[in-house]
């Protein structure tokens, strides 16, 4: 007998979505829907122009394996986004024109990125606070649309902006159930659901900096022409229903010698609630603690909103987090966290 008396053969099996499809079935649209109308090829191009600080232009335009790029049913990339930043013009601490990203206070009314989890970085679990900016990447839903300003008034920052911008959704009799965030458009199904919803958002924030304290009060509007109606679950009872949803909240940063103290508390029109209060401490330099609670409700669901969470969603949670750092030799970091 051999060694090995028994011989595996290894290939490549085409995915599902990339199997042949006849041009007639694409046009006449039979057949399978799922299969994909371009190639398994990524393309994305990008360009940047920087003067100094104070100007910032860029385009970006995108094609996700399996979308067509250039066909029957789609010309062209299939994702287009334009952006102007403009920085210390006179009073205009910023002024943002095309797609452009709006952060403010710990991320319970606005923060369209990603959300702060639990990781190796134990003492990272407040957002980055960074107001009206440029979005310059290849994300097709966490984004605004339209333009924005901030300005300077002596210990005031006041920002307001506007987005007019078409989401993806499954479109019948004037509702939808889901919002497809993903960017996909590659087979004819994903296609019926591109930019069929028209989202309007206004919003706006006020910010006090004085020494060691921060305080911000934050207020967003959001306006659909089509209802956005779940199919009810056990897991979606209390998300959004509706057209229309306006949410407001306080936030708060304290710096009292050796303790740092942050939070947020954020309201919906519904009168759900969504909280999270929290604080930094340094007793000696080789040590760094943090402690968080956070509490959302079940009703509490906004659009945009992404802050410290077990899940993605800001929503039905109600926890107390405890981290610390120690650095007790040179190039050594012992970190470690609970979460209840």
């Excluded at 995915?15 to 990524?42: I, M």
């Excluded at 369209?112 to 990447?137: A, D, I, R, W």
């Amino acid at each position: 007998s051999t060694l090995f008396p028994y011989t595996t053969l290894f290939r490549s099996e085409t995915k599902e979505g990339y199997q042949f499809l006849p041009e007639e079935d694409v046009n006449a649209n039979q057949s399978n829907a799922n299969n994909y109308l371009g190639n398994d090829l990524y393309n994305s191009i990008r360009y940047d122009y920087h003067y100094k600080d104070r100007i910032q232009l860029g385009l970006t335009a995108e094609k996700d394996a399996g979308e067509q790029f250039w066909g029957t049913s789609h010309k062209g990339y299939d994702f287009y986004s334009f952006h102007a930043q403009f920085n210390g013009f006179g009073k205009f601490k910023t002024i943002v024109v095309g797609d452009f990203r709006a952060n403010f206070g710990q991320g319970l009314v606005l923060h369209p990125e990603f959300g702060m989890g639990k990781s190796s970085y134990v003492l990272n679990v407040t957002p980055h606070n960074s107001g009206l900016k440029k979005f310059s990447s290849n994300d097709e839903y966490n984004f605004f649309r339209g333009g924005g300003a901030t300005v300077r008034l002596g210990k005031f920052d006041l920002s307001a902006f506007y987005s007019n911008k078409m989401i993806d959704g499954d479109t019948i009799n004037g509702s939808f159930s889901t919002i497809n965030k993903t960017g996909y458009h590659r087979t004819l199904d994903e296609l019926k659901k591109k930019q069929t919803v028209k989202q309007q958002i206004v919003g706006g924030n006020v910010t006090y900096t004085n020494m060691n304290l921060q305080v911000g009060l934050t207020a967003v509007h959001t306006e659909l022409d089509n209802s956005l109606i779940p199919d009810k679950s056990v897991y979606n009872y209390f998300y959004f229903s509706g057209r229309k949803q306006t949410t407001g909240g306080v936030f708060y940063r304290y710096r009292l010698k050796k303790l740092n103290l942050f939070g947020e508390t954020a309201l919906t029109e519904n009168g759900a609630i969504a909280t999270m209060n929290g604080c930094y401490f340094s007793p000696m330099s080789q040590v760094s603690l943090v402690v968080l609670h956070r509490y959302y409700s079940p009703e509490y669901d906004t659009f945009y909103a992404s802050s410290f969470s077990e899940t993605s969603r800001i929503n039905n949670e109600n926890g107390l987090y405890l981290g610390a750092e120690v650095r007790p030799f040179r190039k050594w970091r012992f970190a470690g966290y609970a979460d209840s």
